[in-house]
């Protein structure tokens, strides 16, 4: 069973920095995509950033500049780099593996206070 774990979400302040982490386990496939989505509260889930196995992103303007993916193909692990946090990216980060299908992990929350 394919099983993608968040991990390095917490509590900051403005201006602060975190890198989360997202490791897929139960598969031996690479995904085609990973990436991170966020869901504050209230508000649908969005796209941050998306990186495919051949190192081509996409980000939200609202990251760029700030926020960084990277992947380890080899360790099947997606990181997100994030810079300058400001209050407005508090929110459950998600990450999503892609693969013919999409695979979630359990989220982890991120909280930046101004």
């Known amino acids: 069973q394919v099983r993608l774990v968040e991990s390095g979400g917490g509590l900051v302040q403005a201006g602060d920095s975190l890198r989360l982490s997202c490791a897929a386990s139960g598969t031996k496939f690479i995904f085609n995509s990973m990436g991170w989505y966020r869901q504050a509260p209230g508000k649908q889930r969005e796209l941050v950033a998306t990186m495919t196995s051949g190192g081509d992103t996409n980000y939200a303007d609202s990251v760029k500049g700030r926020f960084t993916i990277s992947r380890d193909n080899g360790k099947n692990t997606v990181y997100l780099q994030m810079n300058t946090l400001k209050p407005e990216d508090t929110a459950v980060y998600y990450c999503?593996?892609?693969?013919?299908?999409?695979?979630w992990g359990q989220g982890t929350q991120v909280t930046v206070s101004s």
């Open positions: 999503r593996g892609s693969q013919n299908s999409n695979y």
